[in-house]
């Protein structure tokens, strides 16, 4: 399994000579200033600032000052093609993509059709091989149509190219259903991808449960919604020594049962977003509705757990649920809106700014966590070093912008982020996996 | 005051200030003729996404008292069964040049959000399980009215469907800005976690009921049942229905409306003189007067005397292309 699962649109290979970067890969060891050149897509040399220099048809880039770090790698996103091309496209979603940094990324299944038969996968990776701006792969329905009812044909999809399987933006409700698919992933192989949720428990809510809700008279969606789900699939992967990822952690009592299940050596990952890290029930007072996300925007207690369950590995990765939606279907009162904010072009700024700057997480560590998404799906991991693929983000650490101020590559603008302050410009994204 | 969203944003002067106009426009229901000219030439929308006659009509009546002219808009029946958005019906709407629209809809924080889509003054009748200000300001009108001590330092107990009722978070908050102690009682199941933030407390029974000055009973509605929140309307009666074994002689009993007989109050304490309803209902009319006086004549220094007829208020400063206006033929149209 490798790079061979990702698709992405033509392009030329990059050639390319940065001179005085300061270049930060901690998997690679590196935190120094280097000269990098880039030919045929790929890292050639490494060598003493001001060594290098541009030969024959490679741009040469002066990038001191700048940090070069391996391009992220989003494990969870929303290109919401096929079916919902006026929120998103294959081509703007991805263009987004490397607007943020990120030089690869995992689209969901939840489009219209659902991504849940070989055909339409074929047809999706046809696409993408035309109009992905980054290399992208896809994740298929665990069920079909995301109903919950019978199994997609996981084997067939497998072959096709399907990274795993997720019914993302639905919980698999019934515990003997995933347990089948625990069962038949040792057949197929892929990472299943699980939306924690207990409908019964969370139905009705916009928000949070908590003195938010009780004030604005949102119905309320309590974090057991997510963490009993959380505890009993772990249980279920644990008992069927299976492979699974818990998408978009949001509170304090999941970041412990997945603790509890890493703890019992269950093969168990997960992931957080830059929202849940960074924003609180508090935020979703005034009722705007990019502020309203699925799961929703917790306590500041859940958020610290998050910072610290990324922190110590309990969390092993960013991902951003990007979740563009229309500006019409944003545009109404908040119980109506749709769920999900974009994240892509803001996910590494609003992190640095927030958490990096303040001393709250290395940025080496940020940088380890927001690359760290793509190894959980049995894909390479982003890496400086001779002979390795060109994935690289040169960033500007000191550039200040308010986030939307020059409009957004993605279709959509419904970020959660947007009118912030954010430092931590991304000036150029290399893609060449 | 540009818009009226919510009593959170309303501090004590403010609903004082209001209540006592209100208190003078209460003079002119009593006349012959009762209609004074302050809004003459003024266009009141009212917009409401759920059924509502009580409340629509009570708007109504208030804005023809104050001689505005009076649209009404229902939600059903209209564009909006043909898919048009929040947003669209506003716009469009807005081309009437509406003063005030008075808004009620079925979701939390609309009333809010239509005020950044229009200019007109937007009156909040009702946003979801959100708020229902007027009604908040109606009721302080009625117990002040009514309290021989004031509503400071009193006991009111809001009992019944806390989580599903915007009234209750109306009162919450507007009943304890007038400096009484607050306490909601209910079933475990409607009553919503975190309530307590607002500075209410909490009971899940009635034993201590006695100490309250003030029983405010919500409208219990059947379909919570089929929700499963309660096993049945003989057990809520059971358990906190108002009746005359409950009440005290000294309580002022509250409803706002419209009344289940024999589920959250008994017909005994309806028909009692302790229980206001009907005085809520005329405290309706006159608090609404002052709602759409303050937002569309009032605030002004040297206002002129609103109750005394035949001198009609100066035009809006803001909106010199309303003056000189025509009187229309008549003071109510009927759109769609």
């Given at each position: 399994m490798g790079a061979e699962m990702l698709v992405q649109g033509p392009g030329v290979p990059a050639n390319l000579l940065l001179a005085d970067a300061h270049v930060l890969d901690p998997r690679a060891g590196i935190d120094a200033i280097h000269d990098v050149r880039v030919r045929g897509g790929e890292i050639a040399e490494i060598g003493a600032p001001g060594t290098l220099q541009a030969v024959g048809d490679e741009e040469a880039i002066d990038a001191s000052g700048r940090h070069l770090l391996p391009a992220f790698f989003d494990p969870h996103v929303h290109l919401r093609t096929p079916g919902q091309e006026h929120k998103e496209d294959l081509e703007t979603g991805t263009r987004a993509a490397a607007a943020g940094g990120f030089g690869g990324a995992i689209a969901m299944p939840n489009t219209d059709p659902v991504l849940d038969s070989a055909p339409l996968l074929r047809s999706l990776r046809d696409s993408a091989a035309r109009e992905a701006r980054i290399p992208i792969g896809f994740m298929a329905a665990i069920t079909r149509g995301l109903e919950g009812e019978e199994l997609t044909e996981m084997a067939e999809l497998r072959r096709e190219g399907a990274l795993g399987f997720t019914d993302d933006g639905r919980p698999v409700r019934s515990a003997g259903m995933l347990r089948k698919a625990l069962q038949y992933q040792r057949l197929c192989g892929g990472t299943i991808a699980l939306h924690e949720e207990d409908p019964t428990l969370s139905k009705g809510g916009a928000m949070h449960e908590g003195t938010v809700s009780a004030a604005l008279g949102l119905g309320g969606i309590p974090s057991v919604s997510e963490s009993t789900m959380v505890a009993r699939d772990a249980a279920l992967a644990g008992y069927e020594r299976a492979r699974v990822h818990f998408q978009h952690l949001s509170c304090v009592a999941s970041v412990q049962a997945v603790a509890h299940a890493k703890a019992q050596g269950w093969r168990v990952s997960t992931e957080v977003t830059p929202h849940h890290l960074l924003l609180t029930e508090e935020d979703v007072r005034g009722m705007d509705t990019r502020m309203k996300m699925n799961p929703p925007l917790a306590t500041e207690d859940d958020r610290k757990a998050l910072v610290e369950g990324l922190r110590d590995g309990t969390i092993d990765c960013v991902a951003t649920d990007h979740a563009p939606h229309a500006r019409e279907e944003k545009e109404v009162p908040f119980e109506q809106a749709p769920m999900g904010t974009t994240g892509l072009e803001t996910a590494f700024a609003a992190l640095y700014t927030e958490l990096v700057l303040p001393g709250v997480l290395e940025l080496g560590l940020l940088v380890e966590r927001m690359t760290a998404g793509s190894a959980l799906f049995e894909l390479p991991t982003h890496t400086i070093e001779n002979g390795e693929p060109a994935n690289l983000t040169l960033v500007d650490l000191d550039g200040e912008f308010l986030a939307g101020e020059h409009g957004w590559e993605s279709r959509s603008e419904n970020c959660c982020f947007a009118g912030r302050r954010l430092r931590g410009r991304v000036l150029l994204t290399v893609a060449a996996a | 005051m540009n818009h009226l969203l919510s009593i959170e944003e309303l501090d004590r002067t403010e609903i004082e200030r209001i209540v006592a106009q209100a208190a003078r426009f209460a003079e002119v229901s009593d006349r012959d003729i009762k209609k004074v000219p302050a809004l003459r030439g003024r266009m009141v929308l009212n917009l409401f996404y759920e059924a509502s006659t009580r409340t629509r009509s009570s708007f109504e009546l208030a804005a023809k008292r104050l001689s505005a002219d009076v649209v009404n808009f229902a939600?059903?029946?209209?564009s909006v069964e043909k898919g048009e958005s929040l947003k669209d019906t506003v716009l469009t709407l807005s081309a009437h040049k509406p003063d005030a629209i008075v808004l009620r809809t079925p979701w939390a924080g609309a009333a809010e959000l239509v005020s950044r889509w229009c200019t007109a003054a937007i009156v909040n009748a009702g946003d979801g399980k959100h708020e229902h200000p007027t009604q908040a300001l109606l009721d302080v009108y009625t117990l002040l009215k009514r309290l021989p001590g004031g509503i400071d330092g009193a006991s009111i107990w809001i009992v019944g469907d806390v989580a599903h009722s915007r009234v209750a978070r109306s009162n919450i908050i507007a009943f304890q800005r007038m400096g009484a102690r607050v306490t909601v009682a209910g079933p475990p199941t409607l009553i919503p976690r975190g309530i307590e933030a607002l500075g209410c407390e909490v009971r899940y029974t009635l034993d201590e009921l006695a100490k309250a000055d003030v029983v405010y009973a919500l409208r219990m509605q059947h379909e919570r049942m089929n929700e499963s929140f309660l096993p049945s309307l003989r057990e809520y009666a059971a358990w906190y229905q108002i009746n005359g074994r409950r009440l005290g002689p000294r309580q002022v009993l509250m409803h706002p409306g419209p009344v289940n007989r024999g589920v959250e109050l008994s017909g005994e304490v309806v028909d009692s003189p302790q229980a206001v309803i009907t005085a809520q209902v005329e405290a309706g009319v006159v608090v609404r007067m002052a709602v759409l006086y303050e937002l569309l004549a009032g605030a002004r220094e040297h206002q002129p005397d609103p109750t005394r007829p035949g001198r009609s208020a100066p035009g809006h400063p803001g909106r010199p292309d309303r003056q000189g206006q025509p009187d229309r033929p008549e003071n109510v149209k009927q759109l769609a």
């Open positions: - | 939600a059903s029946g209209s």
